[in-house]
């Protein structure tokens, strides 16, 4: 993040999207809203998809645009994934609410603990397609800010994500 005290992103900051996990900021572009005048976005090309979209500059903090995690919290993360698991709803529509309202949640700490748990409901009660594919997803966007703040690639922070939780080394899901 710049050093504005306004709290906006520059050019090649690394941010994640609520929505679409971590990119890079390539540009501002000032766009003419016919009614409302020109506005400025910010331009972000998304890691894990060929994706760019475009977010509002005075909407970013409350559309929940934010910095991807510096590296010191890297630990914090990999003890989340190390630690006891909490349950999760044996009802597969419950604990699937439940986890999706907690990935809406987007901080790394928070989504080291919905693949924790889930993980681990795995290991203890069958995970459905649609569990499976919530862990692999959340695996995944994990992966990639791991990366982002670790200058590494997606693979071997997909690979750390595996050791933590105790699981099988994997060639990894994670597109690099």
């Not at 766009?31 to 020109?38: L, S, T, V």
């Not at 099988?168 to 994670?174: E, R």
Request: charged share 25%; aromatic share 6%; proline share 5%.
């Amino acid at each position: 993040m710049n050093d504005s005290s306004n709290g906006e992103f520059a050019v090649y900051d690394r941010v994640v999207h609520p929505a679409h996990g971590p990119g890079l900021i390539t540009a501002v572009e000032q766009i003419d809203a016919a009614i409302a005048g020109f506005r400025r976005y910010y331009v972000i090309d998304i890691y894990e998809q060929n994706l760019t979209v475009r977010v509002p500059v005075r909407r970013a903090d409350r559309l929940g645009l934010r910095s991807v995690m510096s590296s010191d919290r890297l630990g914090n993360v990999l003890q989340t994934l190390r630690s006891e698991p909490n349950s999760l709803p044996d009802d597969y529509k419950r604990r699937q609410a439940t986890v999706r309202e907690r990935i809406k949640v987007t901080r790394p700490v928070e989504l080291a603990e919905v693949i924790r748990d889930l993980f681990w409901h795995g290991e203890k009660h069958h995970l459905t397609s649609v569990d499976t594919q919530l862990l692999r997803s959340s695996m995944d966007r994990l992966a990639w800010e791991m990366a982002c703040a670790a200058d590494s690639t997606p693979g071997d922070s997909l690979e750390q994500i595996n050791l933590a939780l105790g699981a099988p080394a994997t060639n990894g899901t994670a597109t690099q």
